[in-house]
T-cell receptor
Framework: DAKTTQPPSMDCAEGRAANLPCNHS???????VYWYRQIHSQGPQYIIH???NNETNEMASLIITEDRKSSTLILPHATLRDTAVYYC???????????FGAGTRLTVKP | DSGVTQTPKHLITATGQRVTLRCSPR?????VYWYQQSLDQGLQFLIQ???????AKGNILERFSAQQFPDLHSELNLSSLELGDSALYFC???????????????FGPGTRLTVL
């Protein structure tokens, strides 16, 4: 699975959009980009995933660059409850393990 | 709520002891995964079971073992416990029987193990 690089921490004002970047320059054609978050010590929560097209669901949007070497997770209107560690994971579907890196610690401030 | 349940929520035990952690996957999911999260190592994949059979192994110690039962729940057994085994243990599930699968893993709330 390709390696990912994320900033260790970010701040965002409540009500504003949070844009979390992820670099995955060695991604291969059959690897998907997955995003999870972990609030405090709770179980990781699935957010969204995509292959090459932009994706949107009720939680977030995922923007993947055309060359697929980076992506951005967008939380459109961040709330205090979105404070968490966000993990970007690149993997081939069907691979058994999820390889979590250090992630980005997002702090949403009032 | 992911639909994955884990018991117990907290477990405190002494070095050298043996414990069993339990995981019930989402209804109908055939695969169960176990992960360990310690302070210095992040989330690490331990082992996967699919419909009762071991499918993949990660960084699982020989002192640790797991199994998946016919009702698809799984147990992770940790023996000869050491201080360094103190961690959060998560299970995840996917591969719903008979329905299209996005291969997304859904995680339980975890068991916090403290070894004194």
């Amino acid at each position: 699975d390709a390696k990912t690089t994320q900033p260790p921490s970010m701040d965002c004002a409540e009500g504003r959009a949070a844009n979390l970047p992820c670099n995955h320059s060695t991604i291969s054609g059959n690897e998907y980009v997955y995003w999870y978050r972990q609030i405090h010590s709770q179980g990781p929560q699935y957010i969204i995933h995509g292959l090459k097209n932009n994706e949107t669901n009720e939680m977030a949007s995922l923007i993947i660059t055309e060359d697929r070497k980076s992506s951005t997770l967008i939380l459109p209107h961040a709330t205090l409850r979105d404070t968490a560690v966000y993990y970007c994971i690149v993997r081939v579907r069907g691979n058994n393990d999820m390889r979590f890196g250090a992630g980005t610690r997002l702090t949403v401030k009032p | 709520d992911s639909g994955v349940t884990q018991t117990p929520k907290h477990l405190i035990t002494a070095t050298g002891q043996r414990v069993t952690l339990r995981c019930s996957p989402r209804s109908g999911d055939l695969s169960v995964y176990w992960y360990q999260q310690s302070l210095d190592q992040g989330l690490q994949f331990l082992i996967q079971y699919y419909n009762g059979e071991e499918r993949a192994k990660g960084n699982i110690l020989e002192r640790f073992s797991a199994q998946q039962f016919p009702d698809l729940h799984s147990e992770l057994n940790l023996s000869s416990l050491e201080l360094g085994d103190s961690a959060l243990y998560f299970c995840a599930s996917n591969h719903p029987r008979g329905t299209p699968d996005t291969d997304t893993q859904y995680f339980g709330p975890g068991t916090r193990l403290t070894v004194l």
